[in-house]
Each structure stands twice: as structure tokens, then as C-alpha cells.
């Protein structure tokens, strides 16, 4: 598969966490892959699943709320979201077009080839998604962390041929690139790419008022992360924030606008309220691990101050 990511795009990646890509593959393709999708939202409604928020909570606090896998972990479906997920073998039946890029190397080979990474990109995975509209929206997060996967690279594929405007569509992916500068918004154009770290950028979907349409890929490295996985250990300095750590403090200064970003994400119900509460309680826990390495009045600060108290202090994307 052709992808048109050039040299200045993956390194823009590797230094800014994000790059972004128009007219990514050809528009024939980009066409198919649309077409393919709605056709099978029509024809195979049953294969669609509900995207859902996972709640890692007590048993004590679960009330009764699903459980999933095991007494502490639950899911909270999102509203008006639905996906295709393409690990699935009904579902890669359905849609052999998308399947078919979880087996291409193409986008691999692409961001690897400039040499640009510290780890070698290997494996991927493909989901297919579709906002309904009706304010449909993500909450903030990041796709994984270091801790639990190998995942370094998200590539969202944008397949809205009929999209306007922000103000008249919504549905704009907000990056929040901690503290290096201010959050980005970017509209779900047609045959756009947006490839940002997974584990480093936070990121949500602003309410979407029309149907909104696109495609991820997820490239992990080979190594399965034993490296990543303990990179976050010892207490930071100002020199040595990871950035896991600075996650963790976005998670702070963004604490309202987080909350926020949950309420409109989920219906009214006891799981919204547990995600709540969740939040609040990792704030709490967040405060305290941080607050020893965090300067005097670092609640007066603004984003302006957070920049320039890390000026210093180097991204670390990946």
C-alpha cells in the first residue's frame, strides 16, 4: 500500500509527537475503504460493537456495573459509538479491504525507513469507527502505556468526504501535547492522517454532530517492552521527567476539562458516576505521588508557566 507520510512528517512525528498527513493514500482508496465500511454497517449491523470506556475500580465500588474479565475491571460504553474491529475473523471477512491493512507492511516500512525511531516498528492492529453523531465524543486519554503494551504508533485515517467545518460538524481530534505547547485541534478532514505517539499524547474526540468516519492502525514495536515497562520508576528530577510523569501531571492541570470531556462522552447513569469518581480519585493519587517534585505554587500556574518550567526538559515521545 502507497502511503504518502514523508521524511519530514516521521521526523516531525518523533519530535512533536504528532504529524499530520493530507491526501494519505490515493482517493480511489480512500473512497473504497469508506464505501466498504458503510456497506457493512448496513448489511452486518450484529458485527458492530459499542466502543466502551474501561473502569478499573474496587469490587467495593463496582456497585452493579458489568464486570469484565475480571471483579476490578468494567466497561462503560460511550455514547453513539460503534466499531469494527478487525481481529475478529467475521468481521475481516466482512471488510477483506481494511483486514488487508493489518497485513500490509506498508505504513511500517514508511515511518521505519528514515530511521527515525528507537524502537523497531513491527506488528499492528486495524479498527474501523463510527460516530453517530448526536454529540458522540471520546474522553481524554492515551490509546495505552508503557506499562501495558508495546503500542508506539497511532494512525488515525480520516474518511469524511462531506465534512465542513468544525463549528458546524464537530468532531475535531484534540491533541494535548504536555507541556511543550498549548492542545491542537484537528478537523476529521477527507484522506487525512494523523499519527501521534500512543503512550505520550493525550488526546479526545470533541462532540460530533453529523456522522464521522475513520479507520486506526496501531504499530507496536517488536520488543515487547521490557525496557518501556520500567522506564518510570524512580523518582523524577526536573532533568528527567518521563513521560509517563508528564501524563500523569496533565492529568492534573487538565483535571476540570478531563471531567468534563467523561460527562459528555456517557450517558447519565451509576457507571458514569463511577468514572467520576474514579477520576477524582486519581487526581488525589496523582497530587500525591508528584507534589515532592513539583515547584511552590504550582497551582497558580497556567500553560504558559508549565512551558516554560520544562523548557528545558525534552519531549521524549517515544
Known amino acids: 500500500m502507497e502511503w504518502r507520510v514523508t521524511r519530514d512528517a516521521v521526523h516531525a512525528l518523533v519530535r512533536n509527537g504528532v504529524a499530520v ?14 464505501d466498504d465500511i458503510v456497506a457493512a454497517a448496513v448489511a452486518c449491523p450484529r458485527l458492530l460493537s459499542r466502543n466502551a470506556t474501561v473502569l478499573l475500580a474496587p469490587p467495593s465500588s463496582a456497585g452493579t ?6 471483579a476490578a475491571t468494567v466497561l462503560v460504553p460511550k455514547k453513539h459509538i460503534a466499531e469494527f474491529d478487525l481481529a475478529h475473523p467475521p468481521v475481516a471477512a466482512a471488510l477483506p479491504s481494511l483486514a488487508a491493512f493489518a497485513n500490509d507492511p506498508g505504513l511500517v516500512n514508511t515511518l521505519s525507513k528514515y530511521n527515525a525511531f528507537p524502537h523497531k516498528l513491527a506488528r499492528q492492529s486495524v479498527k474501523a469507527q463510527i460516530n453517530f453523531g448526536r454529540g458522540g465524543s471520546f474522553p481524554i486519554h492515551c490509546d495505552t ?35 511543550h505547547s498549548n492542545p491542537i485541534d484537528i478537523e476529521p478532514k477527507f484522506n487525512r492522517l494523523v499519527l501521534f505517539s500512543s503512550a505520550g499524547m493525550l488526546h479526545r474526540v470533541l462532540p460530533s454532530f453529523v456522522d464521522r468516519l475513520c479507520f486506526t492502525i496501531w504499530i507496536s514495536s517488536v520488543d515487547e517492552g521490557s525496557e518501556l515497562k520500567h522506564r518510570d520508576l524512580h523518582a523524577p528530577t526536573k532533568t528527567c521527567w518521563t513521560r509517563d510523569r508528564m501524563v ?71
Open 248 to 318: 500523569k501531571l496533565a492529568k492534573l492541570v487538565y483535571k476540570d476539562e478531563w471531567a468534563e470531556s467523561i460527562v459528555q462522552s456517557h450517558e447519565e447513569s451509576d457507571s458514569l458516576k463511577s468514572l467520576l469518581e474514579s477520576h477524582e480519585q486519581d487526581v488525589i493519587m496523582i497530587e500525591r505521588l508528584l507534589k515532592p517534585q513539583l515547584p511552590e505554587g504550582y497551582l497558580r500556574y497556567d500553560l504558559e508557566d508549565w512551558k516554560e518550567y520544562f523548557r528545558e526538559v525534552p519531549a521524549e515521545w517515544f
Open 145 to 179: 502505556a508503557r506499562s501495558v503494551d508495546s503500542r508506539l504508533v497511532t494512525a488515525v485515517v480520516y474518511l469524511n468526504e462531506l465534512f465542513t467545518t468544525a463549528e458546524a460538524d464537530g468532531g475535531c481530534l484534540r491533541l494535548y501535547p504536555f507541556p
Open 65 to 70: 456495573l458489568q464486570r469484565q474479565h475480571s
Open 21 to 34: 498527513v493530507d491526501n494519505a493514500l490515493p482517493s480511489s482508496i480512500a473512497r473504497g475503504l469508506r
